[in-house]
T-cell receptor, first 117, second 115 residues
Framework: AQKVTQAQTEISVVEKEDVTLDCVYE???????LFWYKQPPSGELVFLIR??????QNEISGRYSWNFQKSTSSFNFTITASQVVDSAVYFC??????????????FGKGTRLSVIA | DTEVTQTPKHLVMGMTNKKSLKCEQH?????MYWYKQKAKKPPELMFV???????INESVPSRFSPECPNSSLLNLHLHALQPEDSALYLC??????????????FGEGSWLTVV
């Protein structure tokens, strides 16, 4: 069964610190996709990144970077020089090509990040 | 800004009321979704429409009735709701519903309170 674990429920950092959000997944599929979404207090789920299982290259987008390691089934997300606007709940999600159920996306429970000025 | 728009942003309704949540996207996507999200929980899938036909109903109570008038619009009709139905309702869309890793784009959500 597919599963996504975000072990960190809440994280607080001081502005300008770096922070890494962990995501570990389980799947039997050989082709799958991993996502990160950001949900600020307003409620919208903002898409951040999509990565397929054959592309293990790390990605950097401004202050955001992602580290995908199939060997440890992890897809961690790092924010460099955090800012108050980064405060949000971050969800990691998994999509399989042959899902075991109807769910197109399996979400982790989310990590609430608070960046303090 | 999101390209999936939802109205209303906030809705308060009584248990005997009938109301509707509306969603619109103009990205040419052929799959649209309703999710329900309770506080401090991840979103839970309710319905999926693919090419304007209901393809997935996650055993949602009949007091929630989805409707897809065309490929750009998705409604959720609400009737005789309970206070425990109070939640954030998120609409989303994707290119199609092939369940093959298409990115799902979400709207800003409708905050529903049932009194």
């Amino acid at each position: 069964a597919q599963k996504v674990t975000q072990a960190q429920t809440e994280i607080s950092v001081v502005e300008k610190e770096d922070v890494t959000l962990d995501c570990v997944y389980e799947t039997r599929d050989t082709t799958y996709y991993l996502f990160w979404y950001k949900q600020p207090p307003s409620g919208e789920l903002v898409f951040l990144i999509r990565r397929n299982s054959f592309d293990e290259q790390n990605e950097i987008s401004g202050r955001y970077s992602w580290n995908f390691q199939k060997s440890t089934s992890s897809f961690n997300f790092t924010i460099t020089a955090s800012q108050v606007v980064d405060s949000a709940v971050y969800f990691c999600a998994l999509s399989e090509t042959i899902p075991s159920g109807n769910t197109p996306l399996v979400f982790g429970k989310g990590t609430r990040l608070s960046v303090i000025a | 800004d999101t390209e999936v728009t939802q109205t209303p942003k906030h809705l308060v309704m009584g248990m005997t009321n009938k109301k509707s949540l509306k969603c619109e996207q103009h990205m040419g996507h052929r799959a649209m979704y309703w999710y329900k999200q309770k506080a401090k929980k991840p979103p839970e899938l309710m319905f999926v429409y693919s090419y304007e036909k209901l393809s997935i109903n996650e055993s949602v109570p009949s007091r929630f009735s989805p409707e897809c008038p065309n490929s750009s619009l998705l409604n959720l009709h609400l009737h005789a709701l309970q206070p425990e139905d109070s939640a954030l309702y998120l609409c989303a869309s994707s290119q199609d519903n092939s369940l093959s890793g298409n990115t799902i784009y979400f709207g800003e959500g409708s905050w529903l309170t049932v009194v």
